[in-house]
């Protein structure tokens, strides 16, 4: 394996010469500066509300010297488990402190453990604590929104996931499946036993594209032999659920796991058993330091930033659907660790580079799914829409299990509302 790895190395690297000193050099970290500051600009927009883009495919931005009368920003988030608690809301709990430091005056809070059911009363709730703005941070809050958003008509809403928009509805996703792609190349890269283990959260948005797109990143290591991948499911929200996932993978042989659930305790698990992990987390090195590799994450802070001036000066309509991409740093990957290979680096930057400049083909056929049925046809590659249907895993996962418990009478939340004030800690009140 070694020699393969090590032929490839040197193959890849000749034929890509030409990227040489554009890459990632080792992924994205988080960068409070690179996301959006005070400074008086919007993005420009065309009729329908979607952002204008330059020659070079960037945002175009306009300075204002006189501002519009702003609106007042109260925004409230409503989260599916506990602010923080895993590593989607810890982004988005990031994205929220970035609101009220980038945008002056504004104000946030939250409700948390919200069930889809809950939705309505959440709304209510924040709606009578003054919030003008809405973010749903979950898939699962997808269809509820738009009913509450049609409901609602004086209120702008952001939801994470789905597909459904109004004119005081913005829907963002993101291109995750191009981070797991360049993941995916770094797991095999690493493995000695060439068998790849995954536990993956069904409820995670999108999670059979972001596992394709790792299944298909693994794929890029050589044409001939490709990695044994042995997949299990399980919730991120139950940690016996997912160490019971992980043992199985690691008894399978499994020498590397990537971890698309957004649960801590995951990656936390195979650093106490010292299993080299990959991970949906920005804190990869704070939570595995030893063993992990690599990871992909969502930076949400510059979309929400520019959607609240959008609404702050009334600068026309809420865009449609976002899907941010690499490109856009709106998916962003954890630059590797010192314990990777030697020669990882190199060659995921051009992987990198290729995503960055949307020049990755990662779903082209012909590629089957484990059932041994062609999904895409030899040739063909999937549209954007296409992608974020997909719901099929590849062909090279072996094994799949799954430890799933039925959620037959989940705990709801108590409907409080968490403030934060500047300087002064958090409150909480619960809206009469």
Same mark, same amino acid.
């Given at each position: ?7 490839? #190395?040197?193959?890849? &690297?000749?034929?890509?010469?030409? /990227?040489?000193?554009? =890459?990632?050099? +080792? $992924? *994205? ?37 006189? #501002?519009?009368?702003? &609106?007042?920003?109260?925004?409230? /988030?409503?989260?599916? =488990?506990?602010? +923080? $608690? *895993? ?346």
């Amino acid at each position: 394996m070694k020699n393969i790895k090590k032929r490839f #190395l040197s193959l890849f &690297l000749a034929g890509c010469m030409i /990227f040489t000193g554009t =890459g990632c050099n +080792g $992924g *994205d970290t988080e960068n409070p500066e690179e996301s959006t500051s005070n400074t008086d600009y919007v993005t420009v927009t065309d009729e329908n509300g979607e952002a204008v883009t330059d020659e070079s495919g960037q945002v175009v931005t306009s300075s204002l010297t006189e #501002l519009p009368p702003e &609106l007042e920003l109260k925004v409230g /988030f409503i989260y599916s =488990g506990t602010a +923080g $608690g *895993d590593s989607a809301s810890e982004v988005f709990e990031s994205a929220r402190a970035e609101i009220e430091r980038s945008l002056d005056g504004a104000k946030t809070c939250y409700v948390e453990n919200v069930l889809v059911s809950q939705f309505a009363d959440a709304t209510a709730q924040l709606v009578n604590a003054g919030c003008n703005v809405i973010v749903g941070t979950s898939n699962r809050f997808a269809n509820v929104i738009h009913e509450e958003a049609e409901a609602n008509d004086k209120v702008y809403f952001i939801s994470f996931g789905g597909e459904r928009t109004r004119s005081n509805l913005a829907v963002f996703q993101g291109e995750m499946y191009k981070g797991s792609y360049v993941c995916g190349l770094a797991a095999a890269f690493n493995s000695d036993s060439n068998i790849l283990g995954v536990v993956a959260d069904p409820s995670v948005m999108s999670v059979y594209n972001i596992v394709d797109g790792y299944i298909q990143g693994t794929k890029e290591l050589n044409d001939k032999t490709h990695p044994d991948i042995r997949l299990n499911w399980a919730w991120g929200f139950e940690d016996e659920e997912n160490k019971n996932a992980i043992d199985d993978l690691v008894a399978q042989g499994c020498d590397v796991i990537f971890t698309a659930t957004y649960s801590k305790y995951a990656v936390e698990y195979c650093e106490q058993l010292g299993v080299k992990v990959i991970g949906l987390a920005h804190n990869m090195p704070e939570l595995a330091p030893n063993t992990y590799l690599s990871g992909c994450y969502y930076y949400l802070s510059i979309f929400l930033i520019d959607q609240l001036r959008n609404v702050r000066y009334a600068m026309g309509k809420i865009p449609t659907v976002y899907m941010g991409g690499v490109r856009e740093k709106a998916v962003r990957i954890i630059d590797f660790s010192e314990t990777c290979r030697e020669g990882t680096v190199e060659i995921c930057d051009v992987l990198y580079q290729l995503a960055f400049e949307e020049k990755t083909l990662i779903f082209t056929g012909e590629v089957k799914d484990t059932e041994g049925v062609v999904k895409i046809e030899k040739g063909a590659t999937l549209t954007s829409d296409e992608i974020i249907g997909i719901d099929w895993i590849a062909d090279n996962v072996s094994v799949q299990k799954n430890f799933c418990a039925p959620q037959l009478d989940p705990a709801g939340s108590d409907l409080i509302v968490h403030e934060s004030l500047p300087d002064m800690g958090e409150t909480t009140t619960t809206a009469e």
